[in-house]
């Protein structure tokens, strides 16, 4: 099956940088998702896109399928920017995602 | 709007004891359903996943069983607990179609003792 890996495994970053995440996959992929989870252990969506570029506020992703990887960006981050970013992948239409080992960033004041 | 709603929140059991964590959806028809486990510190590890009333997946084996005796009801069992069956457990829903993504549930932080 599909392989997701992710890096950098852990990110320290002082409040106000920028950083870059990214997600490389096995094979083509038909859907891939960005997700942060809280403290808390709470997931939530940031992006689904399996191709193109897409922006929510601070945060921008872009995927190149062809060359099988996917980025997120961080700009001007925040300390309620601290946690784990995962990257899921799902190889073809209607199989699961399958989930890199994520990234862990802190965020420090 | 749909919405995910996943019970309880935090579950201290003894080992031998049995388990049973619910998740529902609303506001949508014929989800697929899934349930995924995280150990501390560690990644998402899919136990089961659910296309349908009655259609259960299991992607690997060990102590724990699903059930989906509704459409948008899904549910974690075990009979006897085992330490390592500690974690976090996460239920989630996608369409199946096209464009779809996953959305979670709060999950459950259980700890086996």
């Known amino acids: 099956g599909i392989q997701v890996e992710q890096s950098p495994p852990d990110l320290i970053l002082q409040e106000g940088a920028n950083s870059t995440l990214r997600c490389n996959f096995s094979d083509s992929v038909n859907n891939l998702q960005w997700f942060h989870q809280n403290p808390w252990g709470q997931l939530i969506n940031l992006f689904y896109?399996?191709?193109g570029t897409k922006q929510n506020g601070r945060l921008s992703a872009t995927t190149v399928a062809t060359e099988r990887y996917s980025l997120l960006y961080i700009s001007s981050s925040q300390t309620t920017d601290s946690g784990v970013y995962f990257c899921?992948?799902?190889?073809?239409?209607?199989?699961?995602?399958?989930f890199g080992p994520g990234t862990r960033l802190s965020v420090l004041p | 709007s749909q919405t995910i709603h996943q019970w309880p929140a935090t579950l201290v059991q003894p080992v031998g004891s049995p388990l049973s964590l619910e998740c529902t959806v609303e506001?949508?028809?014929?989800?697929?359903l899934y349930w995924y486990r995280q150990a501390a510190g560690r990644g998402l590890q899919l136990l089961f996943y659910s296309v349908g009333i009655g259609q259960i997946s299991s992607e690997v084996p060990q102590n724990l069983s699903a059930s989906r005796p509704q459409d948008r009801q899904f549910i974690l069992s075990s009979k006897k607990l085992l330490l390592s069956d500690s974690g976090f457990y996460l239920c989630?829903?996608?369409?199946?179609?096209?464009?779809?993504?996953?959305?979670f549930g709060s999950g459950t932080r259980l700890t086996v003792v």
């Open positions: 899921a992948a799902a190889s073809n239409y209607g199989q699961n995602f399958v």
């Open positions: 896109i399996p191709s």
């Open positions: 989630a829903w996608g369409t199946g179609g096209p464009n779809y993504g996953y959305t």
């Open positions: 506001g949508t028809s014929n989800p697929n």
